[in-house]
Nanobody, 120 residues
Framework: QLQASGGGLVQAGGSLRLSCAAS????????MGWFRQAPGKEREFVAY??????YYTNSVKGRFTISRNNAKNTVYLQMNSLKPEDTAVYYC?????????????????WGQGTLVTVSS
């Protein structure tokens, strides 16, 4: 029900925009989050939005922007000034109760992941 796309290979300093398209239900009332998992590392929080508020992990503040278009049932992650350490599989997720926040285990629905590779 969540389809992530937009990943790819980019040089350091470049930009990518990830999209997460939802189908099968309306997610406008859900909190939506982005998480990532680098090789050999645990899944980590990147950004989420709940209501009109947005939250980011410190390492991406000022570089990444999460947004949503409820008419398109789609959430975005604009990533600028990318760094090699941003390399990971990025997952979008939906939280029905808006209580998950930074905790990936509390999200109800997950996209399949899209790979972002940043070369130095």
């Amino acid at each position: 029900q969540l389809q992530a796309s937009g990943g790819g290979l980019v040089q350091a300093g470049g930009s990518l925009r990830l999209s997460c398209a939802a189908s099968g239900r309306t997610f406008s009332s859900y909190a939506m989050g982005w998480f990532r998992q680098a090789p050999g590392k645990e899944r980590e929080f990147v950004a989420y939005m709940s209501g009109g508020s947005t939250y980011y992990t410190n390492s991406v503040k000022g570089r990444f922007t999460i947004s949503r278009n409820n008419a398109k049932n789609t959430v975005y992650l604009q990533m600028n000034s990318l760094k090699p350490e941003d390399t990971a599989v990025y997952y979008c997720a939906a939280d029905r109760d808006n209580g998950g926040g930074r905790i990936w285990g509390l999200y109800d629905y997950w996209g399949q992941g899209t790979l972002v590779t940043v070369s130095s």
